[in-house]
T-cell receptor, first 123, second 115 residues
């Protein structure tokens, strides 16, 4: 259980192109999804948090108009890198966190499950 | 503010050796959760374990074991009889309680297991 897929796994594009990355939770409902960026030999840097049906919350220094996030359903979030430039080349990885219904209460689960990541190379 | 420190940047061991990866954390929360993730060369982060702040019981899963000590704010990870397939970057992470909580990652420890 708790499988998260990400598509595509590799993208090579020309400067100025917009790139869309999909993140799907395959066997659970992801109330919250997170988008991270990772540079070589570094830790993960949180870019934004998205909750289903609401606007994403971006971390300080992350351009919301540059990195568009949509979380339209409980199993899908998308990250669009608009007008990509070489400095946007990186490894982008999403994670999903679910919730469990208990009567009238929705209990969120603390564990984030990660997708396999997308390597973006902008030429 | 929360902080996770993994002081060991890289560790190199020979197969079958035991190895311990250190993790020290800082938080003001009384309820928090600690994690270990494995990132092999393919890049995917693989969830290994979650520990609640109110449960200090150590855990063993096959060759993996975790030692959680609140008194020293540490959550160390030991691999017994390491194998080449254990080669990866291992991240320790921390989150508080609440839907707005975020994961704070350590800088990771790169483990290289050679024959």
């Amino acid at each position: 259980g708790a499988v998260v897929s990400q598509h595509p796994s590799w993208v090579i594009c020309k400067s100025g192109t917009s790139v869309k990355i999909e993140c799907r939770s395959l066997d659970f409902q992801a109330t919250t999804m997170f988008w991270y960026r990772q540079f070589p030999k570094q830790s993960l840097m949180l870019m934004a948090t998205s909750n289903e049906g609401s606007k994403a919350t971006y971390e300080q220094g992350v351009e919301k108009d540059k990195f568009l996030i949509n979380h339209a359903s409980l199993t899908l979030s998308t990250l669009t890198v608009t007008s990509a430039h070489p400095e946007d080349s990186s490894f982008y990885i999403c994670s999903a966190r679910g919730s469990v219904a208990g009567g009238d209460i929705l209990w969120y689960q603390e564990t984030q499950y990660f997708g396999p990541g997308t390597r973006l190379l902008v030429l | 503010a929360q902080k996770v420190t993994q002081a060991q940047t890289e560790i190199s061991v020979v197969e079958k050796e035991d190895v311990t990866l250190d993790c020290v954390y800082e938080t003001r929360d009384t309820t928090y959760y600690l994690f270990w993730y494995k990132q092999p060369p393919s890049g995917e982060l693989v969830f290994l374990i979650r520990r609640n702040s109110f449960d200090e019981q150590n855990e063993i899963s096959g060759r993996y074991s975790w030692n959680f000590q609140k008194s020293t704010s540490s959550f160390n990870f030991t691999i017994t009889a390491s194998q080449v397939v254990d080669s990866a970057v291992y991240f320790c992470a921390l989150t508080g309680a609440g839907t707005a909580s975020k994961l704070t990652f350590g800088t990771g420890t790169r483990l290289q297991v050679t024959l």
